[in-house]
């Protein structure tokens, strides 16, 4: 399987990025660190998310919360 990293200063990604950007809440604090994005999100100003605690990780981002407020969780 073919796995897709877009990046968010890459001119393709940025436009597609700054369209949803005002409703991006974070990204996952433990997928960041596995995908060595770390730095580059927090660069970019997007809050990292560990608030479920996953033993092994630095804490994922736990969905439950935003599906409850009705919110639809795009992963990308």
Not at 3 to 32: K, M, W
Not at 40 to 63: E, I, K, R
């Amino acid at each position: 399987m073919k796995q897709a990293i877009f990046v968010l200063s890459d001119p393709r990604a940025n436009a597609r990025y700054n369209g949803v950007r005002e409703h991006v809440r974070g990204a996952s604090r433990s997928c960041a660190a596995k995908n060595g994005a770390t730095d580059h999100l927090s660069a970019a100003g997007v809050t990292l998310v560990g608030d479920n605690a996953v033993p092994g990780t630095q804490g994922a981002a736990s969905f439950r919360h935003y599906y409850a407020d009705g919110w639809n969780v795009a992963l990308f």
